[in-house]
């Protein structure tokens, strides 16, 4: 199962459409999960045209998103679970928030946006991820997104881009 992981697109602020690169990829999805920052639903809608998607607000999403999405949610994909957040907030770093926030929950990953960092570790059992931004790459080198694969186990890679196009 091929699952297309964004967060903070942050459109039509930051871009008019979604990269190419990415589309390409979004052909292909089984599903499409989103961490937050879509800023319209204009998003969501685009998204849905290549297949299911899953997501929850961030902290600049408009009212419409606010009352469409969770904070958090957890999702079963084949036998596991995962927890997916924006994480924001004001203590503690990004990462330690999205943390915090499934503490109690037996997730097996934990996929936050927010930072804009691409990130893919370990915490114990549970493996976190950050897809970055595929349109407000921030003072990252390149843009990015995330595929995530579930088979026999759970596999996480980013896809680094140089122009957004």
């Known amino acids: 199962m091929k699952i297309i992981v964004l967060s903070d697109t942050h459109m039509p602020k930051k ?3 979604l990269p190419s690169i990415l589309l390409k990829e979004l052909n292909n999805a089984d599903l499409i999960l989103h961490a937050g920052d879509w800023q319209t639903m204009e998003v969501y809608e ?5 297949g299911k998607v899953e997501g929850v607000y961030g902290n600049i999403d408009s009212q419409e998103i606010l009352e469409i999405f969770p904070e958090k949610l957890i999702l079963t ?3 596991f679970k995962i927890g997916l957040i924006h994480g924001h907030g004001k203590k503690w770093t990004t990462e330690k928030r ?3 926030a499934f503490q109690d ?3 097996d990953m934990i996929i936050y946006g927010h930072s804009h960092i691409p990130k893919i ?3 114990n ?3 976190l991820f950050n897809p970055g931004s595929p349109t407000d790459k921030r003072r990252q080198k390149q843009y990015s997104f995330g595929i995530v694969t579930a ?3 759970l596999e996480a890679k980013h896809i680094f881009f140089d122009e957004k196009d």
Do not use: N, S
């Open 46 to 50: 685009e998204l849905c045209r290549y």
């Open 151 to 153: 088979g026999d186990m």
């Open 98 to 100: 999205a943390l915090f």
């Open 105 to 107: 929950e037996d997730v």
């Open 121 to 123: 570790a370990h915490e």
């Open 77 to 79: 994909v084949k036998q």
């Open 15 to 17: 871009a008019k459409k």
């Open 125 to 127: 059992k549970c493996l």
